[in-house]
């Protein structure tokens, strides 16, 4: 079992960035991809960034590209999402995921095994 706690989310202006912490423990961390997904009111949650392994390999949603930033930190067990320019449309619950695996991060809300409690982030415009 993983447990996955999110921290860093809250209101911020837009244009603004912040950046999202994902504390992993119960295994080994470095076994697992990482994904951040997000969900806003009323709408299915959708894919934001994963993160191989060894966090040599990210993938993007393309509404994030070029604004977001996923990386991580296996000896701290710990995935990041940097945010910045953000937009009133990133308003959302953020939820970090993990996926036992070593290949390419899946980037599909059913290919991974754990899911965190989500953090908000509000966007105000």
């Known amino acids: 079992q993983v447990r996955l706690v999110e921290s860093g989310g809250g209101l911020v202006q837009a244009g603004g960035s912040l950046r999202l912490s994902c504390a992993a423990s119960g295994r080994t961390f470095s076994n697992y991809a990482m994904g951040w997904f997000r969900q806003a009111p009323g709408k299915e949650r959708e894919f934001v960034a994963s993160?191989?392994?060894?966090?040599?390999?990210?993938t993007y949603a393309d509404s994030v590209k070029g604004r977001f930033t996923i990386s991580r930190d296996n000896a701290k067990n710990t995935v990041y999402l940097y945010m910045s320019s953000l937009k009133a449309e990133d308003t959302a619950v953020y939820y970090c995921?993990?996926?036992?695996?070593?290949?390419?991060?899946?980037?599909?809300?059913?290919?991974?095994?754990?899911w965190g409690q989500g953090t908000q982030v509000t966007v105000s415009s």
């Open positions: 993160i191989n392994w060894s966090g040599t390999s990210t």
């Open positions: 995921a993990a996926e036992e695996s070593y290949g390419t991060a899946a980037v599909t809300v059913v290919g991974y095994d754990y």
